[in-house]
């Protein structure tokens, strides 16, 4: 009975609340990744076993608003994520959204741009694939990497003309047109998530010798992951200067500490969960007209 309560505790709407205030980046805040967020933090009072249960529930709860969503279908839903390497993006995918309908989601992992995105502007292919109404979409890396691997790796910036900006002005203008363009979806009926999974270097280096040591999971490791690595803090304020020009407060950034897969998994669905319930569902009403076809069509099948 204990354990019903506590899960049910953390199942309420007003729980989660409080959970997912804990680690949204309040808007105009300057964030300092390492400083402000520590990738190690679990939820209160739950331990891997005790969370099972819990995100079981939660998902449930998803699936049922899901079918509301998909059927009322005057909004869409688009969640974002980004991560450094082996942080858990496509696990954390893959068991938080399980319990959904795969007609009302779709994902989109984006890798280097082709010849044909290059020749627009960085947000086209991102616009190509936006969520319809009632539609769920994920992004796995987003359009945010055009103010991250290329802040890293400014060789691989494009738009080429883009190159001979000044910098500081080429990220500023990037913020903005992230902002604006995402001012203009939530405008347009598209609630956004965006969730950023930290995780620290020590547990990262763990995880990629388990993906060397481990035949099943070497499929998963590519050198070009070290060389990455190497650029570990130029990647890590690369992240704050993101969180801190992005989270606005129509389209909040959420930093889910990832060096425990159970926890991330469990913040995650409470963040997605928590959207869902803001956004409150219903199935469409019938007006006396459709409810008398209902009617004649049930008289109709019983009478064959």
């Not at 709407?13 to 990738?39: C, H, I, Q, Y």
């Not at 010849?115 to 190509?128: K, S, T």
């Not at 993101?242 to 500490?257: E, F, H, I, K, N």
Request: glycine share 2%; no cysteine.
């Amino acid at each position: 009975m204990a354990n019903k309560n506590k899960s049910e505790e953390l199942f309420s709407k007003a729980r989660w609340e409080n959970n997912v205030e804990n680690f949204m980046v309040t808007p105009g805040s300057k964030v300092n990744l390492d400083k402000d967020f520590n990738p190690s933090t679990t939820p209160n009072d739950f331990t891997k076993e005790s969370s099972i249960p819990v995100l079981q529930q939660v998902i449930d709860e998803m699936t049922v608003l899901q079918d509301r969503f998909y059927a009322e279908s005057s909004r869409a839903l688009l969640i974002v994520f980004q991560a450094t390497d082996a942080a858990g993006k496509d696990g954390t995918i893959k068991h938080v959204m399980s319990g959904l309908n795969p007609e009302g989601v779709e994902v989109h992992s984006f890798k280097a741009p082709s010849h044909l995105e290059m020749a627009h502007d960085f947000l086209w292919r991102h616009q190509l694939v936006l969520p319809e109404l009632g539609q769920i979409a994920i992004f796995n890396r987003s359009h945010y990497e055009n103010v991250l691997v290329t802040k890293v790796h400014p060789e691989l910036i494009w738009p080429t003309a883009d190159r001979s900006v000044p910098r500081e002005k080429l990220w500023r203008r990037r913020y903005e047109a992230i902002n604006n363009w995402e001012r203009h979806l939530t405008d347009s009926g598209t609630v956004i998530v965006k969730i950023f999974l930290n995780l620290s270097k020590d547990v990262q280096r763990a995880r990629f010798l388990k993906r060397i040591d481990e035949p099943e999971k070497n499929w998963k490791f590519s050198p070009a992951d070290l060389h990455e690595r190497e650029h570990w803090d130029e990647y890590r304020s690369a992240f704050s200067d993101m969180l801190s020009q992005t989270s606005t407060s129509r389209a909040p950034w959420y930093v889910v500490p990832a060096d425990h897969k159970w926890a991330t998994r469990l913040i995650t669905s409470g963040i997605i969960l928590h959207a869902l319930q803001e956004i409150d569902p219903h199935y469409p009403h019938m007006d006396e007209k459709t409810r008398e076809e209902l009617v004649a069509a049930r008289a109709h099948l019983i009478g064959e």
